[in-house]
């Protein structure tokens, strides 16, 4: 027989319910971009010489069938991951107190049939990484807007459109020069770091 909550019951499961969506890239990852293409040209760039949310726009045309080809097939991309600094013991922490849910965005709309290999990388990365969030928790759409949530953490402001109550942007390279007017009018607060991350969701 299943339990008949109470009203009060009810509320607290409710406020335990919070749901936060957490992006992966330059979120809970980073330089994975940066040291492929560096790897790939034999370069040392660094985010000072990239004004761009593409990272691998500094491909040469002639030479980007060739990458997406290495970039897709011939290598794991994860293998050049590093983790932001705190983020997976954040991440764990916030586990205690949130539904927490990965999303990360795979679609390259110039090459929709091998980008596909990425949720496969990006599964096996999370499985070794965040083994204390179940798969079911993954979601792998470059549609983020659709989703909803409670709270929403990513790195690209236009992924933090749709519904949420509290969203937080977290500094990269690409967003910078975003000012702090244009932060207010999208309700939007800019954090430096997992630590200002903690500070904000894990107050209790």
Avoid at 13 to 20: E, G
Avoid at 36 to 48: G, I
Avoid at 61 to 83: R, T
């Amino acid at each position: 027989m299943n339990k008949i909550l109470k009203k009060n019951d009810t509320i607290k499961l409710v406020i335990s319910l919070n749901k936060i969506i957490i992006d992966m890239d330059d979120t809970i990852t980073v330089d994975t971009y940066l040291n492929v293409v560096n790897n790939y040209l034999k370069t040392n760039y660094t985010y000072q010489d990239i004004n761009k949310y593409w990272i691998d726009d500094i491909i040469p045309p002639h030479q980007l069938e060739n990458y997406l080809d290495y970039f897709y097939n011939q290598i794991n991309i994860y293998d050049y991951a590093k983790v932001h600094p705190h983020a997976i013991e954040v991440i764990k922490e916030l586990t205690k107190y949130y539904d927490v849910y990965i999303c990360s965005a795979y679609v390259d709309h110039r090459d929709l049939k091998d980008c596909v290999n990425l949720i496969t990388y990006k599964y096996k990365w999370l499985q070794k990484n965040l083994p204390f969030i179940h798969p079911d928790n993954y979601i792998f759409t470059s549609n983020k807007k659709m989703l909803q949530a409670d709270i929403k953490i990513d790195d690209r402001l236009n992924n933090l459109e749709g519904q949420a109550r509290l969203k937080l942007l977290i500094t990269a390279h690409h967003n910078k020069n975003i000012s702090v007017q244009e932060l207010r009018e999208k309700n939007v607060i800019r954090v430096n770091n997992w630590n200002e991350i903690a500070n904000i969701l894990l107050k209790h």
